[in-house]
């Protein structure tokens, strides 16, 4: 006897899409608006070097009419967005700098209402935002280069009257805050931890030259008189960005007959050496701008054929990757980011501009990404990129339609794309961090002036890890007068959480199309076009194709077991 099944219901309430967001707005439905710190003059201005993540609050340095420069916090809705303290009353403003999260609070430098700048610390409430201590009795500390030790933190301070720098750690108490063994050094930059250790630049009579702090005991010393003399090797570009396998990288001077070369430091004098001459002989590579991504260094530099490029080093090779911008032109790399295997960051070319390029290391694989501005016009205008989830955020310009706007990419042309317009016609916007589900930036919508906006990306879909089968029908089912009655349940289970998403489901069978429908409340209903016969049915799959709340597209595998 044949049969036929004539409508095949799925029941799909585990496949499921984006997690739900905040009272602020749903994640991935576009930019939105947080909070007006400064209502009716005009807007705010953020001070993008001044910013600091602790969980999921930002807190930032921000200008307002009312307050002067002072502390504020977000936590992307606008109950949690506000001024933390007003710790110089007035117009005036405290102006914090220097933030570090630590300990589950934030630490920074900040005046005070005697005029003095010194340690203060905050966990987000005006209540728990005092100055630390009074390092200098005799004026401003000015305290500095705060970097996380893991179980301190260490910074630059001026503790007396003659305003040398000292160095410092802290555990993030006043009674835990003490100096350093004397160092007898005229400056000191740029602290940057390497494992247990700090290395640092400072100043003395052999000139400036990369110094080691062992907290542990406080001992302070000379890594390498890589320059003898009195002039010093400046070793500038110390960034924590350029830790490679135990070791840090920096630009450093070797003399009139080397220039400013790429040089790196395990954190003893013995393990301080020149990794690469990349400008032969008295030429400089000025080595800059160090990220890591996979297992190499990249950073922009220039040989002596080229200009300002793309180099990476893995610690054994030191290579061009590619000269992106050919002959003496600099491309002018910036610091970047990766996302998945691919590294994205921004470069220039003279027909392009500045624009977004992706690499995965070798000269094959870099390439310009997507020309956001078309022509010689720039489609970056700022080059930081924050990475949230599977893409990265940036400031895109695509011209004078929409003017700066946030955007995002993925690393594909298909994936590069205006996240949303803010405001009608031409605006600007200036990002200011990001949290690991959420981005903040200022802009103006026409409406509020320059104010603080946010995003939330959508959540990625976990892949389909498991598909049910139906169950086998009973020969009862198969009698025609029941048959036109009948269904055939198919729970598709993807292993994903959030909101159960709508839209169209496409039922196929090795590639062919058995049938669609809308899906509502995760369960469709789909009325097969082909008819069944008893046996094992294989290579189906349930495919949805992704909505406004879902912006993804799944798809899950099942069978239908038909027997008499």
Not at 82 to 87: E, I, K, N, R
Not at 111 to 132: F, I, V
Not at 181 to 198: E, F, H, N, W, Y
Request: proline share 6%; hydrophobic share 35%; aromatic share 8%.
């Amino acid at each position: 006897m044949k049969t036929r099944a004539t409508l095949l219901t799925l029941a799909l309430a585990a496949l499921t899409c984006l997690p739900a967001a905040g009272p602020a707005q749903a994640a991935g439905t576009g930019p939105y608006f947080v909070a007006d710190l400064s209502p009716g003059r005009g807007g705010i201005s953020v001070d993008t070097g001044a910013v600091a993540t602790l969980g999921s609050r930002l807190f930032f340095n921000a200008w307002t009419a009312e307050t002067g420069s002072e502390l504020f916090v977000t936590d992307g809705t606008t109950a949690g967005t506000h001024l933390v303290s007003d710790a110089l009353p007035g117009t005036g403003g405290s102006n914090p700098q220097h933030l570090l999260a630590f300990g589950g609070r934030i630490y920074y430098s900040a005046q005070d209402d005697a005029g003095d700048t010194e340690l203060w610390t905050s966990d987000g409430t005006a209540a728990g935002t005092t100055r630390l201590l009074d390092l200098n009795a005799a004026g401003s500390s000015r305290p500095d280069d705060l970097v996380d030790l893991g179980d301190r933190f260490a910074f630059v301070a001026s503790a007396d009257a003659s305003g040398d720098p000292e160095l410092w750690t802290s555990k993030g108490t006043a009674a835990t805050t003490v100096p350093v063994t004397q160092t007898d050094l005229s400056s000191i930059d740029a602290p940057v931890r390497l494992g247990s250790k700090v290395v640092f630049e400072g100043a003395a009579d052999v000139g400036s030259e990369p110094y080691v702090l062992d907290p542990a005991t406080g001992k302070v010393t000379l890594l390498r008189d890589i320059n003898p003399g009195t002039s010093g090797s400046l070793p500038y570009a110390l960034h924590r960005e350029a830790v490679l396998g135990g070791r840090l990288y920096f630009a450093a001077w070797g003399g009139d007959a080397q220039g400013t070369e790429l040089w790196r430091t395990d954190g003893t004098p013995e393990g301080t050496e020149l990794v690469e001459d990349i400008d032969p002989g008295a030429g400089s590579g000025n080595p800059s701008g160090f990220w890591v991504a996979g297992n190499a260094l990249y950073f922009g530099a220039r040989n002596d054929t080229g200009g300002q490029e793309l180099w990476r080093t893995d610690g054994a090779t030191t290579a061009l990757v590619r000269d992106i911008a050919p002959g003496a032109a600099h491309s002018g790399p910036q610091p970047g980011t990766t996302v998945g295997t691919t590294m994205l960051f921004s470069a220039t070319t003279e027909g392009t501009g500045v624009e977004l390029w992706a690499s995965q290391g070798t000269a094959a694989s870099t390439h310009q990404v997507a020309d956001i501005n078309p022509g010689q016009g720039s489609g970056i205008t700022n080059s930081q990129l924050f990475r949230v989830g599977s893409a990265v955020y940036f400031s895109g310009y695509d011209g004078e339609t929409h003017g700066e706007e946030l955007w995002r990419s993925d690393g594909t042309a298909a994936g590069t794309r205006m996240v949303g317009d803010v405001g009608a016609g031409a605006t600007w916007v200036d990002l200011l961090g990001a949290t690991a589900t959420t981005v903040f930036f200022t802009t103006n919508d026409g409406v509020h002036g320059m104010e603080l906006w946010a995003y939330r990306p959508p959540a990625p879909v976990p892949a389909p890890r498991v598909a049910t089968t139906t169950r086998a029908l009973p020969a009862s089912w198969y009698s025609r007068t029941k048959a036109a009655r009948k269904r055939i349940v198919v729970p598709v289970r993807v292993g994903a959480s959030g909101r159960v998403p709508q839209g169209r489901v496409v039922i196929k069978r090795r590639g062919v199309v058995w049938g669609s429908a809308t899906l509502v409340s995760g369960v469709v209903k789909v009325r097969l076009t082909r008819p069944l016969r008893p046996g094992r049915y294989t290579g189906f799959t349930a495919t949805y194709g992704g909505s406004s709340t879902c912006l993804h597209s799944v798809s899950a595998p099942f069978r239908i077991v038909v027997r008499r």
